[in-house]
C-alpha cells in the first residue's frame, strides 16, 4: 500500500469549516522518504475500537503500523469466505467484496452506487422489511434469513447479517451486510433442504414442514401451548382462471395471493401451501370457535380484494375449513382429517364460505353414502321438483324469464338446493340422469303453460360440463321443443364461460347447432378474469350472466364497481343483454340500474319456487305488474 494511500485512509472531519486532512504536513528525510507527518483530524471509530487521533507528529512507525493494519483489512475483506456489501446511510453500495460476487453473480462494477432491493426476490412483505429496518434503527443489527435473487435469476434462501456503523459522535456512516457463504436453499439442479421443505412457486414451507409443525405443537410431551386453530384455505375455481388468463398469470396470483396471507397473519403464525390450490394456517391462542369464524370472515373478506396481475385484475375467493386442537385430542393427523373434513362441508355448501370442525361432521362420510344411495332411488320415487328464479326488468318490475332448477324434497332431510344435488350427482355419476330429468321437467313445464294460457316467459337451463360433453343435447331440445310455436315457448341455454375455455371445439359446435334451432344463449358467469370481446362477437350469444361472487361486495367495493361497470359497457357495446346474478340488497339493484343492467335475480325479488306456484303468480301478477311498473311481491 502506497503513502498516498494512507493519507486517503485518514479521517476527514464532515464539517466543512474544520481543517482537512490534505492541510497535514509530512517531513521527509533526503532521500524523499517519509520520516513523519503531522496530524490534524478528529477521532473516529474503526470495528468498534475508539481510535484518537490528537494534533501531533505522527513517526514513519505509526505510519507503516497504520499502513500494515489496513493492508489486513483489505486482505481479510477480499479472501473472505462470506459475501460483505459496504453502504452509505442512505443505502447506496459503495464496495462489494469478491464473495459477494460469487454469491449474487454481480460485479462491483454492477452494484457500486446502486441500491441492495436489486437483489430482493419479492418474496417478502413490506411489513417484513419495515420490521427489518425498525429494529436497525434500534438495535443497530438484525439477523435474519431473506429470500434474494442472483443475477441468473434463481432465488435462494439466505442468511444475512446486516450490522450499523457508527463514527465516534454515534452518527452512522456506513451499514455492513454479511451473506454467509452456503445458502440456506438454493433453488438449483441439486435437491436441497429447500426443495424438501418449501414450496418453489410461493416460498412458503409445504405440507411436508406444516405437518411436522403441526406435530411439534400438539406433542404432548412438549410443556403447554396456547390453544391452536388449523385452517386448510382452499381456492374456488383457480382452474378458471388459469383458463382464462393463462399458467403464468395464475402462478402470479398464487405468490400474490401467498404474500397478503403472509402479510395478514402475525410472524410467528405458520402459513403454507400444502396443494395446488390448497394453503394452510396455524394460528396460536384461537380457543373459541367465535374467534375462529371472526378470523375466517376476515380472511374472505381480503381475498375478494382484486390482485393486480401484469395490468389484469385478478378476483378469487376462498373456502375455508377450521379445526381447533380441543376438538381432535390434541392428534395432529386427526386435526388436519377434520379440517378436511370442514372445507369440504365449505365448498358443497356453495364455496366462499367457511366450516367449523364439530363432531357431527365425523359422521359425515357415512352420511355421505347414504345420501348418495338414496339419490339413485330418488328418481323412482319422484322426489325431484322443478323450481324456477324470476328475473325481472330493474326498470319496470315486470318478471321477463326464469332460471330452471332442481330441488330434492327428502321425506326425511327435507328440500336440498341444486348444488348440493349436483354434487351428490357428480360424485355418483348421476348428473347426465340430473340433466334428461331437467329437460323433460321444464317440457312439461311448457305443456302445462301452455293449457293455462301463461304469459310468455323465457326458461333458462344451465348445463354441466357432462352435459356439454356427453349428453345427447340436442335431441333434448328437440324434443323439448316439439311441434309447439316456438316463438310462445322461448328457451334458453346457459353455458359456463370456464366450459368455452375447456372445450372450445365442442362449445362452439353446439352453441350454433343450437342458435339454428332459435334457442337463446348465455354465457354464464362472467367476472374480470374473462374479457375475450373478440371471441363472443364469433359466437351466436344473446346474453352476458355475470358472475354471482362481483355483487356480493358492491357497493362497499369501488374495485368490484368498476370491473362490473366495464362488464355492462363491453356488453352494451356487443349488443348483448346482461344479467346480474344475485342481488339481495336495494343499493345493488339501484346501481346496477344506473349503470346500465336491466336484468337482474335474487333473494331482493324473489327466491326459486316451484314451477306451479311461479306460473299461478305470473297469472296473477304479470298483468297489473306490466301496468303498474311493479314488482310482483315474493311468493315464498
Not at 318478471?399 to 351428490?424: C, K, N, Q, T
Not at 356439454?468 to 334458453?492: C, I, M
Not at 353455458?495 to 362449445?507: G, Q, V, Y
Request: with cysteine.
Amino acid at each position: 500500500m502506497r503513502r498516498v494511500e494512507i493519507e486517503r485512509a485518514l479521517p476527514v472531519p464532515r464539517d466543512p469549516g474544520s481543517r482537512m486532512v490534505n492541510q497535514n504536513k509530512k517531513q521527509l528525510d533526503a532521500a524523499g522518504e517519509l520520516l513523519a507527518l503531522w496530524i490534524d483530524a478528529p477521532p473516529m471509530e474503526v470495528c468498534h475500537e475508539h481510535v484518537a487521533t490528537p494534533p501531533g507528529l505522527c513517526d514513519a512507525a505509526t505510519i507503516q503500523g497504520l499502513e500494515q493494519r489496513l493492508w489486513q483489512f483489505n486482505a481479510i475483506f477480499d479472501a473472505a469466505t462470506d459475501g460483505m456489501m459496504i453502504t452509505d446511510p442512505r443505502g447506496h453500495i459503495q464496495d462489494v467484496n469478491p464473495a459477494f460476487t460469487r454469491i449474487t453473480g454481480y460485479t462491483a462494477a454492477e452494484v457500486l452506487g446502486r441500491q441492495p432491493n436489486l437483489l430482493n426476490a419479492e418474496w417478502h412483505t413490506r411489513a417484513f422489511f419495515a420490521r427489518m429496518w425498525r429494529q436497525l434503527l434500534r438495535e443497530g443489527a438484525w439477523d435474519g434469513q431473506i429470500w434474494i435473487r442472483n443475477k441468473d435469476g434463481v432465488v435462494h434462501l439466505q442468511t444475512l447479517r446486516i450490522r450499523r456503523i457508527c463514527d465516534a459522535d454515534g452518527v452512522a456512516v456506513n451499514y455492513v451486510g454479511l451473506f454467509a457463504e452456503r445458502s440456506t436453499g438454493r433453488l438449483g439442479t441439486r435437491p436441497t433442504e429447500s426443495h424438501a421443505h418449501y414450496d418453489p412457486l410461493t416460498k412458503l414451507p409445504n405440507r411436508l414442514l406444516f405437518e411436522g409443525r403441526l406435530r411439534q405443537v400438539l406433542d404432548p410431551n412438549r410443556p403447554p401451548a396456547r390453544a391452536q386453530a388449523l385452517f386448510l384455505l382452499g381456492l374456488d375455481r383457480l382452474t378458471y382462471f388459469n383458463a382464462s388468463l393463462g399458467h403464468a398469470l395464475g402462478d402470479e396470483l398464487l405468490r400474490a395471493l401467498a404474500l397478503r396471507l403472509r402479510e395478514g397473519l402475525r410472524p410467528s403464525d405458520p402459513v403454507a401451501r400444502l396443494d395446488g390450490d390448497q394453503f394452510g394456517l396455524l394460528l396460536e391462542g384461537v380457543k373459541t370457535a367465535e374467534e375462529a369464524a371472526e378470523i375466517a370472515k376476515r380472511l374472505c373478506v381480503s381475498l375478494r380484494e382484486p390482485f393486480m396481475i401484469r395490468a389484469h385484475q385478478g378476483f378469487v375467493t376462498a373456502s375455508v375449513g377450521i379445526c381447533l386442537d380441543t376438538t381432535a385430542g390434541y392428534d395432529a393427523e386427526i386435526m388436519m382429517a377434520h379440517a378436511e373434513a370442514a372445507l369440504r362441508q365449505a365448498k358443497q355448501g356453495g364455496r366462499n364460505d367457511f366450516r367449523i370442525f364439530a363432531r357431527a361432521l365425523t359422521s359425515a362420510p357415512s352420511e355421505y353414502e347414504q345420501m348418495r344411495n338414496a339419490l339413485r332411488l330418488a328418481l323412482e320415487r319422484g322426489e325431484f321438483r322443478l323450481y324456477l328464479q324470476p328475473r325481472i326488468d330493474l326498470a319496470s318490475g315486470r318478471w321477463m324469464s326464469a332460471e330452471a332448477s332442481i330441488r330434492w324434497h327428502h321425506p326425511e332431510w327435507g328440500i336440498l338446493p341444486s348444488e348440493r344435488v349436483e354434487s351428490l350427482a357428480e360424485s355418483c355419476g348421476m348428473l347426465l340422469d340430473i340433466g334428461h330429468w331437467l329437460f323433460a321437467e321444464v317440457g312439461a313445464c311448457r305443456r302445462l303453460w301452455s293449457r293455462l294460457n301463461v304469459p310468455n316467459q323465457v326458461l333458462a337451463i344451465a348445463l354441466t360440463e357432462a352435459q356439454l360433453t356427453r349428453f345427447d343435447l340436442l335431441q333434448s331440445v328437440e324434443a323439448l321443443l316439439g311441434d309447439q310455436d316456438r316463438e310462445r315457448f322461448r328457451l334458453s341455454i346457459e353455458l359456463p364461460a370456464t366450459l368455452l375455455f375447456k372445450h372450445s371445439e365442442r362449445a362452439r359446435d353446439v352453441l350454433i347447432a343450437l342458435h339454428e334451432r332459435h334457442v337463446a344463449l348465455t354465457l354464464s358467469d362472467v367476472g374480470p378474469g374473462w374479457i375475450a370481446p373478440l371471441l363472443m362477437r364469433r359466437l351466436p350469444l344473446q346474453c352476458l350472466k355475470l358472475e354471482r361472487a362481483m355483487l356480493s361486495s358492491i357497493p362497499d367495493s369501488a374495485d368490484h364497481m368498476a370491473v362490473v361497470q366495464a362488464l355492462i359497457a363491453m356488453a352494451q357495446a356487443l349488443d348483448l343483454e346482461i344479467i346480474a346474478d344475485g342481488v339481495h340488497d336495494e343499493r345493488q339493484r339501484m346501481f346496477l340500474l344506473n349503470s346500465g343492467c336491466l336484468l337482474a335475480q335474487g333473494e331482493l325479488f324473489a327466491r326459486p319456487m316451484p314451477a306451479t306456484q311461479f306460473a299461478r303468480h305470473l297469472t296473477q301478477f304479470a298483468p297489473a305488474a306490466s301496468a303498474a311498473g311493479t314488482t310482483p311481491p315474493d311468493p315464498l
